[in-house]
């Protein structure tokens, strides 16, 4: 049984350091799956996290997750509710637990025009928040958990969250694109 990841902080080098293509061979092995499985538990295990990239638990490797929330939260973005309402309904969708999304060997095949500021934080920066500028549409193509190639469109926050995730393979964090940061 895999344990939980500790969440690696700053400054850590790992952090700073682009990380290794994993061979696609060695995609469903063992260590890869309990790597997974890993992050995954420690996503689940974070209050505020939706997005973990294998450098923040110490492997310097070119896989991240997300978790289906970041689309929930796009998704409540449209509709009509409090703030209280919809963090409300995040808490009782958290509860019965989220699917995540793997992207192994990540790269960028499309990306828009169009960029928006927005606020960003980062498991391995606890308490630092700021306004990151991300292009508002990505296109992605990746390996998943079985090896199998895949191509993954995205707008608004969930792309917020694959180009945050993507900085992390590269050694960089959001606070070198952030402005007005706080913590």
Request: hydrophobic letters at 35%; glycine letters at 8%.
């Amino acid at each position: 049984m895999s344990e939980i990841k500790p969440i690696i902080k700053e400054p850590n080098q790992v952090l700073r350091t682009r990380a290794k293509e994993l061979p696609i061979k060695d995609i469903t092995s063992r260590r890869i799956k309990e790597l997974l499985n890993g992050m995954k538990k420690a996503l689940k295990n974070t209050p505020d996290g939706v997005g973990l990239a294998a450098p923040q638990v110490g492997e310097s490797l070119r896989v991240f997750i997300v978790s289906e929330e970041a689309e929930e939260i796009d998704r409540l973005s449209k509709e009509k509710l409090s703030d209280e309402e919809k963090e409300q309904k995040r808490k009782s969708q958290k509860e019965k637990g989220w699917k995540y999304y793997v992207f192994i060997n990540p790269f960028v095949k499309n990306k828009s025009r169009t960029k928006v500021d927005g606020p960003e934080g980062c498991l391995s920066l606890p308490g630092k928040y700021g306004d990151v500028r991300r292009m508002q549409k990505i296109t992605v193509e990746a390996h998943d958990e079985h090896g199998k190639k895949f191509i993954r469109g995205a707008s608004n926050f969930f792309a917020r969250v694959i180009q945050h995730e993507l900085d992390h393979l590269e050694g960089t964090l959001f606070i070198d694109k952030a402005k007005n940061l706080i913590g």
